[in-house]
């Protein structure tokens, strides 16, 4: 298709689990970002891949947290010894970018991953 | 700290009524400000992005105004449909370093009833 792709849409595990979401980004697009969206909250950044540029995981909540982009195309976030503070919406986008970034692109989003933990 | 701010939390109007939704942003420096509407259950899309020299920009029934000086934006909605009903979310984007990290409001959730 033409959007973001993310699966699962939906993911329910146990607490202490390893999941794995992944996203499919927008053909073309070199700039791909995750975020946490929690009820009642604004979204969260989480880390951001530009190219082939180191990413920024400035945004990564702790070390049980993890994302790789493979290619420069899908991405993939890990979480791991999941906690029930960890259920929330997780979305991914994808933008346009070009050298050190094209900032008035808009970002595409996906309907995201949520992700319960019991 | 950047934040950004919108109000009110929540609305409900009847459907064909015009409504505002506002939003007030701490973020500096500035780059662009960027209005999304997300419905239920699925990503936020992309209604307008404004660059500090824009003050107003329209995308059919929508139309996004900017002060910049007073660092305000509303997002006016005409003629509204039920379809109109989702959570409108201001997000602002500095400039510099680290400016791809948007900063988002925490939304507006409109619900527009027959």
């Known amino acids: 298709g033409a959007g973001v792709s993310q699966s699962p849409s939906n993911k329910v595990t146990e607490k202490g689990k390893d999941v794995e979401l992944r996203c499919d980004p927008i053909?073309?697009?070199?700039?791909l970002y995750w975020y946490r969206q929690s009820l009642g909250q604004g979204l969260e950044f989480l880390i951001y891949f530009q190219g082939n540029s180191a990413p920024d995981k400035s945004g990564l909540p702790s070390d049980r947290f993890s994302a790789e982009r493979t290619g420069g195309s899908v991405s993939t976030l890990t979480i791991q010894r999941t906690q029930q503070e960890d259920s929330a919406v997780y979305l991914c986008?994808?933008?346009?970018?070009?050298?050190?970034?094209?900032?008035?692109?808009?970002?595409?989003f996906g309907d995201g991953t949520r992700l319960s933990i019991l | 700290k950047n934040q950004v701010e919108q109000s009110p939390q929540s609305l409900i109007i009847l459907e064909g009524k015009n409504c505002t939704l506002q939003c007030n942003y701490t973020v500096s420096p500035f780059s662009n400000l960027r209005w999304y509407k997300q419905d239920t259950g699925r990503g936020p899309v992309s209604l307008t992005i404004?660059?500090?020299?824009?003050n107003t920009k329209s995308n059919g029934r929508y139309t996004a105004t900017l002060d910049a000086d007073t660092k305000q934006s509303s997002l006016h909605i005409t003629a509204s449909q039920l379809s109109d009903s989702a959570s409108y979310i201001c997000v602002v984007s500095g400039s510099g370093a680290g400016s791809y990290q948007l900063t988002f409001g925490k939304g507006t959730k409109l619900s527009v009833i027959p």
């Open positions: 053909s073309g697009h070199t700039a």
């Open positions: 986008a994808s933008s346009l970018g070009r050298g050190a970034l094209n900032l008035n692109q808009p970002q595409h």
């Open positions: 404004m660059t500090f020299s824009e």
